[in-house]
């Protein structure tokens, strides 16, 4: 199995390019919505993060404005986070691997794909970074 990687920062088309390979018929990973999941009403991560910082979930799940708060408010708050959230994500992505197995291609949407925890776990990786326009390429006026 090709376990292609795909990642880039904010608005340059991971999910718009993941869609594509969904549109094939190619089973896609999404890390953000994974953690979106686990953070969400009922899941599994809102008990320890509220154990680990107090007053940040309500009924919907973590309320990612006063996490922000809370991690921002302590320099080692980002760590413990990560030390929460990263071990679930990872589980999830290899339940995700394991039950797609025996497909030729899978892709991973992971934005932190060359994290150390993550880097490792694809064979090819793709950025759906944008080329920057040169002025040799770069269309005047009233071209299209």
Do not use: W, Y
């Not at 920062?9 to 953000?32: N, Q, R």
């Not at 007053?55 to 006063?66: A, I, N």
């Not at 197995?101 to 925890?117: G, I, K, S, T």
């Amino acid at each position: 199995m090709i376990v292609l990687g795909l990642t880039g920062s904010i608005g340059m088309g991971k999910s718009t390019v993941a869609a594509m390979f969904a549109e094939l018929g190619v089973p896609v990973f999404d890390a953000d919505a994974e953690v979106h999941r686990l953070q969400g009403p009922g899941g599994a991560l809102v008990a320890e993060i509220e154990a680990e910082f107090p007053d940040t979930t309500t009924e919907l799940g973590v309320d990612r404005t006063l996490l922000r708060e809370a991690v921002l408010a302590d320099p080692t708050a980002f760590a413990r986070l990560e030390a929460i959230i990263h071990p679930a994500v990872a589980d999830a992505r290899n339940a995700f691997l394991d039950s797609n197995r025996d497909r030729p291609l899978v892709v991973l949407d992971v934005p932190l794909l060359f994290e150390p925890a993550a880097g490792s776990m694809s064979t090819r990786s793709r950025s759906s970074r944008p080329r920057p326009r040169s002025s040799a390429n770069a269309c005047s006026p009233g071209q299209a």
